[in-house]
């Protein structure tokens, strides 16, 4: 479905992930974190980019991942994305929800 | 002669080495089976272990009389896979294979999360996903006079991820029946944001856990166990106290898999999930929990890999391009209490939805729904699996992939 936000309209899905990476830039993203009551820091932009990062080259995301990667501490991580950062710094970053297979 | 190597005899290996034997030339091929252990347990009896709902006898069985007599049993450790030998290194001989088949399993390591194993391991922190640590488990719920119980998932995947949801419904079943229920607060921490991962699925569950007054605390990721507090510590430093910590600790992939440097960082070796083809050696083949693969690590799934795989390596001896064939299917009872279960079936594609199993209208399983006739269907699967399942014998109605039939909205 369709989303205006940051003065442009974008596709998402119904947990309000972008569907089209293309679509992203730093506003959207900007503006994505606003509505999550998160105000973006240079700290929060380094996690941004190496999430993307990460997806353009097809790597799945964990939180053990994160951990062992040592690029961050996840104390940190959980503080500027609180309350699931994983699956609101995705958002934020336009790219899809890591799934957790069950 | 050609090899053909089958590391592990658990659920998956045992039921590999029974469909081979059948398929191969006895006078072109020789099948060597190999575990360290000589015990073959049925897990899923870890459950009902620690409420005395099975007694030890009904989850131990010796492995090798699973085992058919014309393949070669071998009772000893794996060293390490060397693939470009085509080689395994066991710890007093080395194997030649032409065709390996990793069925070496998963298995929990709670020394992975500070404070787990530490002084208060099987004393108010537990397992039930050991033979060991589910006996210890039902001592302890023997003596149990209250208090606050939280069962828990440290992170994903876990082998058999309805097990701990399991676990709380019959927690509180077992209180009930002692007349002391409402002595225990039960608690159900999970790091995922719900009680299952699709929405169908996790609106019954949750449903259930409301119902029995058992509460949920979700996207709980833990970071330590402060075991002098008994309190679990999540990165966003909730807390969540208890006095009987049941958890599932981090599952990994064995060990022989990292030394072997053929699996993820979990020790999980990456397979072609519809071939069951491992990536990185064309005749090196993965089933059951040693995959990587997306779909539940579960004896169910094990039994339809099972049946494509045998296929499959069938075409790869003939030279014949393999079939991607697995769809992920896995089929799950999940024990709601007093004598009641849910029954899940579902695949990587389509979520668990309510309908009925194996036919059409007539069932006589219900999916997605609570009755008594699952739960006799949950107890019945003892004797097919130590009757049917590990001696490579189809179960009629239930195809490897999964059927859409019977399904409402599948």
């Known amino acids: 479905m369709e989303k205006i936000i940051a003065n442009k309209t974008i596709e998402i899905n119904e947990e309000g992930y972008l569907t089209d990476f293309s679509q992203w830039d730093k506003e959207v993203g900007t503006a994505l974190a606003e509505e999550k009551n998160i105000e973006m820091t240079d700290m929060h932009w380094m996690v941004i980019d190496y999430l993307q990062g990460k997806h353009k080259n097809e790597e799945a995301l964990s939180i053990r991942g994160i951990k062992k990667s040592g690029k961050f501490n996840i104390k940190e991580f959980y503080k500027l994305f609180p309350g699931g950062p994983l699956k609101i710094s995705t958002l934020i970053a336009g790219i899809p929800k890591p799934k957790s297979c069950i | ?410």
Request: charged share 25%; net charge neutral; with cysteine.
């Open chain 2, 1 to 410: 002669m050609k090899n053909l190597v089958i590391l592990g005899a658990g659920t998956s290996g045992t039921m590999m080495v029974n469909h081979m034997i059948h398929k191969l030339d006895k006078e072109e091929w020789k099948i060597t089976i190999v575990d360290q252990y000589k015990t073959h347990y049925y897990q899923p009896g870890f459950l009902f272990l620690p409420f005395d709902l099975y007694k030890t006898k009904d989850v131990k069985k010796k492995g090798k009389k699973y085992i058919p007599k014309k393949a070669r049993y071998v009772l000893q450790k794996i060293d390490k896979i060397i693939p470009e030998k085509n080689q395994v290194k066991l710890e007093h001989e080395y194997l030649n294979y032409d065709i390996l088949i990793i069925a070496t399993g998963t298995k929990i390591a709670p020394e992975e999360t500070e404070g787990m194993k530490e002084a208060n391991w099987q004393k108010n922190i537990f397992d039930f996903y050991t033979y060991e640590g589910a006996k210890s488990l039902r001592d302890k719920l023997r003596e149990f006079k209250g208090g606050k119980l939280v069962v828990h998932i440290t992170e994903m995947p876990i082998k058999c991820p309805v097990a701990p949801l399991e676990f709380a419904f019959l927690a509180d079943s077992y209180f009930i029946n002692k007349g002391m229920r409402d002595k225990v607060e039960i608690t159900y921490v999970t790091p995922l944001e719900g009680a299952f991962t699709k929405p169908k699925a996790t609106a019954a569950l949750h449903h259930l856990l409301e119902e029995k007054g058992i509460k949920e605390v979700t996207d709980f990721d833990i970071e330590r166990v402060d075991y002098k507090n008994n309190k679990i510590i999540d990165y966003g430093d909730r807390e969540v106290p208890y006095d009987l910590l049941v958890t599932v600790p981090t599952n990994l992939g064995d060990e022989v898999i990292e030394r072997s440097g053929l699996g993820d960082d979990m020790n999980f070796v990456p397979t072609n999930k519809a071939t069951l083809q491992s990536k990185a050696n064309e005749n090196i083949f993965v089933i059951g929990d040693a995959s990587n693969l997306p779909a539940s690590k579960a004896g169910s799934v094990a039994h339809f890999e099972a049946e494509i795989l045998t296929d499959n390596i069938m075409r790869y001896i003939n030279n014949e391009p393999l079939k991607e064939e697995f769809d992920g299917h896995a089929n799950c009872f999940i024990e709601t209490g007093h004598g009641k279960a849910l029954l899940i079936d579902f695949n990587y594609t389509h979520e668990p939805v309510a309908g009925t199993f194996p036919f059409p209208g007539i069932g006589p399983l219900k999916l997605l729904g609570e009755s008594r006739m699952n739960h006799m269907g949950k107890l019945a699967f003892r004797w097919i699996y130590w009757n049917m399942l590990i001696k490579g014998i189809h179960i009629p109605f239930v195809s490897a992939t999964m059927s859409k039939k019977g399904k409402k909205n599948g």
